[in-house]
């Protein structure tokens, strides 16, 4: 599992409404026993990042919680959407920003209602992207 | 402190150390000033302005004064600033010129010699004046001098490195002065040698950091260095700058880690890289750990040691600096980190060995903090501590996994070898903690220990966690705890205390909408009630886990079998049902009617087709599919069915269903939204704004607690409707995905029927949909076949044929080949079937029959028409005639009345021309049509062969058109006396003027009536006389009137009533005539009625005169001459008229009541009933009575005479009458 990241999305109603999973190059997907694990890790860290969010004014909350080898970072976006990483090593900043910029581009789209599931293949694409140029690279 | 004799302690690595000063000179005089100096100097602060831009700082500066010794000096190559002596002080009392010269010089410069040779530059002498002393020695110099030579030979311009201390020892002004001085001297000088000492020792470390790259270079030996300053800082009490000194070698080592696993390897790193053999978790009690300390030093520490080191000093900075919190938070860090730096640097650890760690480290952090704050505290700040809570949790988990804790029979050898290498790598206890009872390192042990011994203390912890979590409102966390909680419930076999936790945890998912873990959790909870043989719970969770697509497809499959066994293994107790919601196990997708549009009659056939998608990952045969109906009796269901249909039918008759997209996303518990007001308080003097804000008006609804909302995955308490109706489909195999299952039912009673549930039977189970949305409803109408006659035109005519529509509509009823209607008519109507006449059938889009007789469309047909033409018969004026129709759908007879116009008016008159009798008929067309009317007869049907009746007509046939009359004209002759009444029968062909050949003959139009008393009695002439003398009248002259009225037959019939008075053999009667000028022409003069007495005798003649006098002049017209039969007031004839018919000769009107309208009915009797209405004023006396007498009976001879009257010559008044 070492290597890979999972980015999840967590609308106003605490329910994903973006999910992607990072997978290093040439790592085929590991048992897959651990999907769970990933969302029931975001899942948790919803507590700290909502105690989190208020003391802070970056929308970057750095690492929020952990468990075992990982860390959760997180960060909340203007309009309380909050952006879930999970990840073993090293700050996930830049990837956070590149995708900021992305989903305000999206969320802007008149037929996108705000907080519903994202269910454009070209944002997905363009996460997929993101990923690899921070996460993966 | 110490006594300068005292020895000095080597090192001594606390706090109690103090930077060293030393002492050199008059020992004696220091040890006097000591006890004061030592409390002096730190009293009050100085500021401490630090290089490299860091702030100043305020410092209380305390010293550690010994006696000045060589080997105090620091060697070259020495960096050990603690016991570095940062100022060397050297005290004399000296006042004495000689005695300066014979020792104290000497003895200074060997001093300054010594400092000088170790370049040492922080020196200050101190010369102490005593004025005692100068008292007792005469030969004294000014103390100046001793202090200028001191300066002079010493201080080479830097004079204040020499500084007086005068009476240190009285209580004086002078000596407080003084005192300050110095001591302000002191600590500059202290702070100054700091400054520059620190200062180099930093510049040297920093080289020494910036070497890190070049081989050889040693982390270990640089923390020492750099853990020096730290030392130093600590011991100026600048506890921030120790810990930064400490953030920084852990900043350095963690990014050498990093670069490491980057594949940049340090080569002394690799020295960290050996495997763990040590795990014996975090020390805190002890300021410094001086065994890992020498581990580090000798270059023989682990990373653990290192990192473990590390923390135990920045947790007693911390501590000191009073942030026990960011004790906490920093140990979650470090043990999350130091197990990921033991990954990247591929460290070998043995299993379980580093949950050994984290978990005695967990602990003993909260043992540290806990005893440091009180509980209030620590209560208050859980949100710190709780995740080291759940992480030493985590830990003792994983290791009672490890080591066979939490299976059921504990563990076995291998396991029992694996506890016993874990308790080894602990080592011994230290001694600090060997006397606490809860300490970290027994708990483990002991844990370890046993298999109850680990319950227990797994079971503390955990509740532990998810209480702390819980009060601080981490209701996520605390689920995820108690996940793992009911996890080792179930290994330990105790679902029902695991099954609470699933629950809870699950709820939670649910209600955020998270996938996997819902799955995940279900999972469980299905293993945890078929544990407790919760069975329909059980299945339910199972059809849900049959068709989560997270799952893989096997274990989706395992699930579905779990149910189908269910379900067959049960099928032999009858009577229990399982009953679970179908969305689990199949969705409906769409539902289509046929007919589409969803209405059917009695006794059709509706078809239901669904669309059930199923949810199983294998086919599936359910015994049963069955549509839960609703019947409800509606009036106008069939309008409200069109009506709903034309709101919701989709096209094609098709209603979808919308998908549940389960699980996601789910409902969310719905609060109001946030109802805000800005709320502006102005103070009531100046209307000022005091304070402004915003108020949530909904407060208590918004905070209301929402844990206690009902579960959302408890067995659903769908309830199965029993009802009357239900389609059923039997035996349908589902196969995965879609499944097109069609119902079939006869429609049978009218009404509106809502498809209620769904329910799909697989053994004892149900999967039942408890509600259909949108709702979808079938109607069911029953049109009882009906039939309905009208005419073709606006209303039917009596006498002639006419067409009249027979409109069947057969509603629900199919016409079959030979279905006819059989008609009964009263006789008076006449129905005429022609050749051709057949029904024929419009065809009017129904749903399909078979067809009539004539042509057979293939389509039943609901609403045809059949065309019949009929014949009305003749009849009275607008009168119904029933028809009695027997039709085939029906055992009783339809009967239809059918109305009738008479188009015709007849009248009759009797008209006379002296004794002449004339019958004449008029015959007025009402109606729109144009008639011929031929063969115009009148008869006496009684065949009176006295009587003939000569026609005076025209020629038949004759034409009349629409609302005109024609007059038909008879004379009637007798040859003996004429009876008192005649009966006459008028008939006449009519037939329509336009209308074409009829086949057959129509029946004549007849009227009958009655004529009577039409022999003439009286003759009665009237005439006006001229005076006498004059050849006209003129008006306003006196003409003479000469009635006279002559009887013309003896005594007959009509005459026997009671007027007729018998006297002398002869009869009488009473008459009374009246002369009546209705225009006016003439004015009466004197009595202008009377009552005379006539002989019942032909040609008796009564004569009447009186005068008139014309009022205009012309041609006028005579006044009428009326005669009335005088009936005496005894007439039983009516007694009401009586009371009403008084009669006074002037003024008398009389009313001639006669009725002229044709009767209506029994042929023309012509009654001759007649009254005078009086003024009503007298009543109560009985009056005779007057009775017209009838037309016929008095000819009036001189009707239509007229008479020339010229106007008087002397008129002067033209009177102009406008009107």
Same mark, same amino acid.
């Given at each position: 599992m070492?290597?890979?990241f999972?980015?999840?999305i967590?609308?106003h109603? =605490?329910?994903?409404?973006?999910?992607m999973?990072?997978?290093p190059?040439?790592?085929?997907e590991?048992k897959d !026993?651990h999907?769970?694990l990933?969302?029931f890790?975001?899942h948790?860290?919803?507590? !700290?990042i =909502?105690e989190?969010?208020?003391?802070s =004014?970056?929308?970057y909350?750095?690492?929020v919680?952990?468990?075992?080898?990982?860390?959760?970072?997180?960060f909340v976006?203007?309009?309380?959407m909050r952006?879930?990483i999970?990840?073993?090593t090293?700050?996930?900043?830049?990837?956070?920003?590149?995708?900021?910029?992305?989903?305000?581009k999206f969320?802007?789209?008149?037929f996108y209602?705000?907080?519903?599931?994202?269910p454009s293949?070209?944002? =997905?694409?363009?996460?997929?992207?993101l990923g690899?140029k921070?996460?993966?690279? | 402190?110490?006594?300068p004799?005292?020895p000095l302690?080597?090192v001594?690595y606390?706090?109690?150390?103090?930077?060293?000063?030393?002492c050199?000179g008059d020992?004696?005089?220091?040890?006097?000033?000591y006890p004061t100096l030592?409390?002096?100097?730190?009293r009050?602060?100085?500021?401490?302005?630090?290089?490299?831009g860091r702030?100043p700082?305020m410092?209380?500066?305390?010293?550690?004064f010994?006696q000045f010794k060589e080997?105090?000096l620091?060697?070259?190559?020495?960096?050990a600033l603690?016991t570095f002596?940062f100022?060397h002080?050297y005290w004399?009392?000296?006042c004495?010129?000689?005695?300066?010269?014979a020792?104290?010089k000497?003895d200074l410069?060997?001093?300054?010699n010594?400092?000088?040779?170790?370049?040492?530059?922080?020196?200050?002498?101190?010369?102490?004046?005593?004025d005692?002393?100068?008292?007792?020695?005469t030969n004294i110099l000014?103390r100046?001098?001793?202090v200028d030579?001191i300066?002079?030979?010493?201080c080479?311009k830097?004079?204040?490195?020499?500084?007086v201390?005068?009476?240190?020892l009285k209580d004086s002004?002078?000596t407080?002065?003084?005192?300050n001085?110095?001591l302000?001297?002191?600590?500059?000088?202290?702070l100054?040698?700091?400054?520059k000492n620190?200062?180099?020792f930093?510049?040297d470390m920093?080289?020494?950091?910036?070497?890190r790259t070049?081989p050889?270079w040693?982390?270990?030996?640089?923390f020492m260095v750099?853990?020096?300053?730290?030392?130093?800082f600590?011991?100026?009490?600048q506890f921030?700058?120790a810990l930064?000194?400490?953030?920084?070698?852990d900043a350095l080592?963690s990014?050498?880690v990093?670069n490491f696993g980057?594949?940049?390897g340090?080569?002394?790193?690799?020295?960290?890289?050996?495997p763990?053999?040590?795990?014996?978790?975090l020390?805190l009690r002890?300021p410094?750990d001086?065994e890992?300390?020498?581990l580090i030093?000798r270059q023989?520490?682990?990373l653990?040691d290192?990192?473990?080191y590390?923390?135990s000093?920045?947790?007693t900075?911390?501590?000191f600096?009073?942030r026990?919190w960011?004790?906490?938070?920093?140990?979650?860090?470090l043990l999350?980190?130091?197990v990921?730096?033991?990954?990247?640097?591929?460290v070998s650890?043995?299993?379980?060995?580093l949950?050994c760690?984290v978990?005695?480290s967990?602990?003993?952090?909260?043992q540290r903090?806990?005893?440091?704050?009180?509980?209030a505290q620590i209560?208050?700040n859980?949100a710190?501590?709780?995740?080291?809570?759940?992480?030493a949790?985590?830990?003792l988990k994983?290791l009672?996994y490890l080591?066979?804790?939490v299976?059921e029979?504990?563990?076995?050898?291998e396991?029992?070898?694996?506890?016993?290498?874990?308790?080894a790598?602990?080592g011994?206890?230290?001694?600090?903690?060997?006397n606490t009872?809860?300490s970290?390192?027994?708990?483990?042990?002991?844990?370890?220990?046993?298999v109850?011994?680990?319950e227990?203390?797994?079971?503390d912890?955990?509740?532990?966690?998810i209480e702390m979590?819980t009060?601080?409102g981490?209701l996520r966390s605390?689920?995820f705890v108690?996940k793992?909680?009911a996890?080792?419930?179930m290994r330990?076999?105790?679902?029902?205390?695991?099954?609470?936790y699933l629950?809870?945890a699950?709820?939670n998912?649910?209600?955020e909408?998270?996938?996997?873990p819902?799955t995940?959790t279900?999972k469980q909870?299905?293993?945890?009630?078929?544990?407790?043989?919760?069975t329909e719970?059980?299945l339910?969770?199972?059809?849900?886990?049959?068709s989560d697509?997270?799952?893989?497809?096997d274990?989706?499959?395992?699930?579905?079998?779990?149910i189908?066994?269910?379900?067959s293994?049960?099928t032999d107790?009858?009577?229990q049902k399982?009953?679970?919601?179908?969305?689990?196990?199949a969705?409906?997708?769409d539902l289509?009617f046929t007919?589409?549009?969803?209405?059917?009659?009695v006794?059709g056939v509706?078809?239901?087709?669904?669309t059930l998608?199923?949810?199983m990952?294998m086919p599936v045969?359910?015994?049963?599919?069955?549509i839960?109906?609703h019947?409800s009796i509606?009036?106008n269901?069939?309008?409200?069915?069109?009506e709903?249909l034309?709101k919701?039918k989709?096209s094609n008759?098709?209603?979808?269903f919308?998908?549940?997209t389960?699980?996601?996303?789910?409902?969310?518990?719905?609060l109001?939204a946030?109802e805000?007001?800005?709320?502006f308080?102005?103070s009531p003097s100046?209307?000022s704004?005091?304070?402004?804000?915003i108020i949530?008006?909904n407060?208590?609804?918004?905070?209301r607690?929402q844990?206690s909302?009902t579960?959302?995955?408890t067995s659903?308490?769908v309830?199965?409707?029993d009802?009357?109706h239900?389609l059923k489909c039997?035996?349908?195999?589902l196969?995965?995905g879609?499944n097109?299952?069609t119902?079939?039912?006869?429609?049978r009673?009218?009404?509106t029927?809502?498809l209620r549930?769904l329910c799909a039977?697989?053994g004892?189970?149900?999967f039942?949909?408890?509600?259909?949305y949108?709702?979808v409803?079938?109607?069911?109408?029953s049109q009882?076949?009906?039939?309905?006659?009208?005419?073709?035109?606006d209303?039917?005519?009596?006498g002639?044929?006419q067409?009249v529509?027979f409109?069947?509509t057969?509603g629900h009823?199919?016409?079959k080949n030979?279905d006819s209607?059989q008609?009964?008519?009263a006789?008076a109507?006449?129905?005429l079937c022609h050749?051709?006449n057949?029904?024929?059938?419009?065809?009017?889009?129904?749903a399909?029959?078979t067809g009539?007789?004539?042509?057979?469309?293939?389509?039943?047909?609901?609403?045809?028409?059949?065309?019949d033409?009929?014949?009305?018969?003749?009849?009275?004026?607008t009168?119904d005639?029933?028809?009695?129709?027997d039709c085939?759908?029906?055992?009783?007879?339809?009967?239809?009345?059918?109305?009738?116009?008479v188009?015709f008016r007849?009248t009759?008159?009797?008209?006379?021309a002296g004794t002449r009798?004339?019958i004449?008929v008029?015959?007025q067309n009402l109606?729109e049509?144009?008639?011929e009317l031929?063969d115009?007869?009148?008869?006496d049907?009684?065949?009176n062969?006295d009587l003939?009746?000569v026609?005076?007509n025209a020629k038949?046939p004759?034409?009349i058109?629409?609302?005109?009359?024609v007059?038909?004209?008879?004379?009637?002759?007798?040859?003996?006396?004429p009876?008192?009444?005649l009966?006459?029968?008028?008939?006449?062909?009519s037939?329509?003027a336009s209308g074409?050949r009829?086949?057959?003959?129509?029946?004549?139009?007849?009227?009958?009536?009655?004529v009577?008393?039409?022999?003439t009695?009286?003759?009665v002439?009237a005439e006006i006389l001229p005076p006498?003398g004059?050849?006209?009248?003129?008006?306003?002259?006196?003409?003479?009137?000469e009635?006279s009225?002559?009887?013309?037959s003896?005594?007959?019939?009509?005459?026997?009533d009671?007027a007729?008075t018998e006297?002398?053999?002869?009869?009488?009667?009473?008459?009374?005539?009246?002369?009546?000028d209705n225009?006016s022409?003439?004015?009466v003069?004197?009595?202008?009625?009377g009552v005379?007495s006539?002989p019942v005798a032909?040609?008796a003649?009564?004569?009447?005169?009186?005068e008139?006098m014309p009022?205009?002049?012309?041609?006028?017209p005579l006044?009428?001459?009326r005669?009335?039969?005088y009936?005496?007031h005894?007439?039983?004839?009516?007694?009401?008229?009586?009371?009403?018919?008084?009669i006074e000769?002037?003024?008398?009107?009389v009313d001639?009541?006669?009725?002229e309208?044709?009767?209506g009915?029994?042929?023309g009797r012509?009654?001759?009933s007649a009254?005078?209405?009086?003024?009503g004023?007298?009543r109560?006396l009985?009056?005779?009575?007057l009775q017209a007498?009838?037309?016929?009976?008095?000819?009036?001879?001189?009707?239509?005479?007229q008479v020339l009257?010229?106007?008087?010559?002397?008129?002067?008044v033209?009177?102009?009458s406008?009107?």
């Amino acid at each position: 599992m070492s290597g890979s990241f999972y980015f999840v999305i967590v609308g106003h109603h =605490d329910h994903p409404v973006f999910e992607m999973e990072f997978l290093p190059a040439g790592k085929p997907e590991s048992k897959d !026993h651990h999907h769970h694990l990933n969302q029931f890790l975001a899942h948790a860290a919803l507590d !700290h990042i =909502d105690e989190n969010m208020w003391l802070s =004014d970056n929308m970057y909350l750095k690492t929020v919680d952990k468990f075992n080898e990982w860390l959760v970072s997180a960060f909340v976006t203007a309009e309380h959407m909050r952006c879930i990483i999970l990840h073993e090593t090293r700050k996930k900043k830049n990837f956070f920003t590149g995708f900021y910029d992305l989903y305000r581009k999206f969320a802007m789209n008149p037929f996108y209602e705000a907080i519903s599931p994202i269910p454009s293949n070209a944002f =997905d694409r363009k996460v997929q992207f993101l990923g690899k140029k921070h996460l993966l690279s | 402190m110490d006594a300068p004799e005292a020895p000095l302690p080597p090192v001594i690595y606390t706090m109690e150390n103090k930077p060293i000063v030393t002492c050199a000179g008059d020992q004696n005089l220091f040890t006097s000033i000591y006890p004061t100096l030592s409390q002096q100097l730190p009293r009050e602060p100085m500021e401490w302005r630090r290089s490299y831009g860091r702030a100043p700082k305020m410092i209380h500066l305390e010293s550690n004064f010994v006696q000045f010794k060589e080997e105090l000096l620091p060697k070259d190559g020495n960096k050990a600033l603690l016991t570095f002596p940062f100022l060397h002080i050297y005290w004399t009392e000296c006042c004495d010129t000689e005695v300066y010269k014979a020792t104290v010089k000497d003895d200074l410069t060997k001093w300054q010699n010594v400092l000088k040779a170790h370049s040492s530059v922080d020196w200050l002498i101190v010369v102490v004046e005593n004025d005692a002393k100068k008292k007792n020695k005469t030969n004294i110099l000014p103390r100046t001098s001793i202090v200028d030579k001191i300066r002079n030979d010493f201080c080479n311009k830097q004079s204040d490195r020499c500084v007086v201390l005068s009476d240190p020892l009285k209580d004086s002004s002078r000596t407080q002065e003084s005192w300050n001085a110095f001591l302000t001297k002191l600590r500059t000088s202290l702070l100054m040698s700091f400054t520059k000492n620190l200062g180099k020792f930093e510049d040297d470390m920093r080289t020494l950091r910036e070497k890190r790259t070049e081989p050889g270079w040693s982390f270990c030996d640089y923390f020492m260095v750099q853990e020096e300053l730290a030392f130093v800082f600590e011991m100026l009490q600048q506890f921030e700058d120790a810990l930064v000194q400490y953030d920084e070698l852990d900043a350095l080592f963690s990014q050498y880690v990093v670069n490491f696993g980057a594949g940049d390897g340090a080569n002394w790193l690799t020295f960290f890289c050996q495997p763990v053999k040590s795990w014996n978790g975090l020390i805190l009690r002890k300021p410094i750990d001086m065994e890992k300390r020498e581990l580090i030093q000798r270059q023989e520490a682990t990373l653990l040691d290192l990192r473990s080191y590390l923390f135990s000093r920045q947790c007693t900075l911390l501590l000191f600096l009073q942030r026990p919190w960011e004790v906490a938070q920093r140990a979650l860090e470090l043990l999350h980190g130091c197990v990921q730096e033991l990954k990247l640097l591929e460290v070998s650890v043995p299993p379980g060995a580093l949950d050994c760690w984290v978990f005695l480290s967990c602990l003993e952090v909260l043992q540290r903090i806990e005893g440091c704050c009180d509980r209030a505290q620590i209560d208050s700040n859980i949100a710190h501590t709780v995740g080291l809570w759940s992480y030493a949790t985590e830990k003792l988990k994983s290791l009672g996994y490890l080591c066979g804790l939490v299976s059921e029979k504990g563990p076995n050898s291998e396991d029992l070898n694996r506890i016993v290498d874990l308790l080894a790598g602990l080592g011994a206890e230290r001694p600090e903690t060997a006397n606490t009872a809860q300490s970290p390192y027994k708990k483990l042990k002991e844990a370890l220990s046993s298999v109850e011994a680990f319950e227990k203390h797994y079971l503390d912890l955990s509740h532990a966690a998810i209480e702390m979590h819980t009060s601080i409102g981490r209701l996520r966390s605390a689920k995820f705890v108690g996940k793992d909680l009911a996890e080792f419930y179930m290994r330990k076999k105790s679902p029902q205390k695991a099954e609470v936790y699933l629950q809870g945890a699950l709820k939670n998912y649910l209600a955020e909408g998270w996938a996997l873990p819902i799955t995940h959790t279900r999972k469980q909870l299905a293993e945890c009630q078929k544990h407790l043989g919760q069975t329909e719970n059980y299945l339910q969770t199972s059809s849900l886990l049959a068709s989560d697509h997270h799952l893989t497809e096997d274990e989706r499959k395992h699930f579905c079998r779990e149910i189908l066994s269910f379900a067959s293994r049960q099928t032999d107790s009858p009577g229990q049902k399982i009953v679970l919601p179908l969305h689990c196990f199949a969705q409906l997708r769409d539902l289509h009617f046929t007919p589409s549009n969803a209405v059917v009659h009695v006794g059709g056939v509706l078809s239901v087709e669904i669309t059930l998608c199923s949810q199983m990952p294998m086919p599936v045969h359910v015994e049963q599919v069955a549509i839960n109906v609703h019947f409800s009796i509606e009036k106008n269901n069939y309008r409200k069915t069109a009506e709903w249909l034309t709101k919701h039918k989709t096209s094609n008759g098709t209603i979808n269903f919308p998908t549940e997209t389960s699980p996601l996303p789910v409902p969310q518990n719905n609060l109001p939204a946030l109802e805000l007001y800005e709320m502006f308080e102005r103070s009531p003097s100046d209307n000022s704004l005091n304070t402004t804000g915003i108020i949530c008006k909904n407060v208590h609804m918004l905070l209301r607690r929402q844990e206690s909302s009902t579960s959302l995955e408890t067995s659903s308490g769908v309830a199965l409707e029993d009802g009357a109706h239900v389609l059923k489909c039997s035996g349908v195999t589902l196969e995965p995905g879609a499944n097109r299952i069609t119902f079939r039912t006869q429609a049978r009673e009218p009404g509106t029927y809502t498809l209620r549930q769904l329910c799909a039977s697989v053994g004892p189970v149900r999967f039942v949909l408890p509600h259909l949305y949108p709702p979808v409803q079938y109607d069911v109408y029953s049109q009882e076949p009906q039939l309905r006659v009208e005419p073709l035109a606006d209303s039917l005519l009596a006498g002639i044929p006419q067409k009249v529509k027979f409109t069947v509509t057969t509603g629900h009823y199919t016409v079959k080949n030979g279905d006819s209607l059989q008609l009964s008519n009263a006789e008076a109507m006449l129905i005429l079937c022609h050749a051709e006449n057949r029904a024929v059938i419009y065809s009017n889009t129904r749903a399909p029959v078979t067809g009539g007789e004539s042509s057979v469309l293939g389509m039943t047909e609901s609403h045809g028409k059949h065309k019949d033409t009929q014949k009305a018969g003749q009849c009275m004026a607008t009168t119904d005639h029933k028809v009695s129709i027997d039709c085939p759908w029906s055992i009783y007879s339809t009967v239809i009345a059918l109305t009738f116009s008479v188009p015709f008016r007849t009248t009759h008159s009797l008209l006379s021309a002296g004794t002449r009798k004339y019958i004449q008929v008029c015959v007025q067309n009402l109606s729109e049509l144009d008639f011929e009317l031929s063969d115009g007869h009148l008869v006496d049907p009684d065949s009176n062969a006295d009587l003939r009746l000569v026609p005076l007509n025209a020629k038949s046939p004759q034409h009349i058109h629409s609302k005109q009359s024609v007059f038909f004209v008879w004379e009637l002759k007798w040859t003996r006396e004429p009876p008192p009444s005649l009966r006459c029968r008028f008939s006449v062909g009519s037939s329509p003027a336009s209308g074409g050949r009829l086949s057959i003959p129509l029946k004549p139009y007849t009227y009958e009536f009655r004529v009577e008393n039409f022999f003439t009695l009286y003759n009665v002439r009237a005439e006006i006389l001229p005076p006498s003398g004059t050849e006209h009248c003129r008006t306003g002259s006196l003409c003479s009137l000469e009635v006279s009225i002559t009887r013309l037959s003896d005594l007959l019939e009509v005459d026997k009533d009671e007027a007729l008075t018998e006297s002398d053999e002869y009869f009488s009667t009473k008459l009374m005539y009246e002369v009546v000028d209705n225009s006016s022409n003439w004015a009466v003069c004197g009595k202008s009625s009377g009552v005379i007495s006539m002989p019942v005798a032909a040609r008796a003649t009564h004569r009447v005169h009186m005068e008139v006098m014309p009022l205009f002049a012309g041609y006028l017209p005579l006044p009428d001459v009326r005669l009335f039969k005088y009936l005496p007031h005894h007439s039983a004839h009516s007694s009401q008229l009586d009371a009403d018919s008084w009669i006074e000769s002037d003024g008398l009107s009389v009313d001639k009541h006669v009725d002229e309208q044709p009767d209506g009915g029994g042929g023309g009797r012509c009654r001759g009933s007649a009254h005078l209405a009086s003024g009503g004023e007298h009543r109560g006396l009985p009056m005779p009575r007057l009775q017209a007498l009838p037309p016929g009976q008095v000819f009036n001879a001189s009707v239509g005479t007229q008479v020339l009257v010229i106007p008087s010559k002397d008129d002067h008044v033209l009177e102009v009458s406008v009107t």
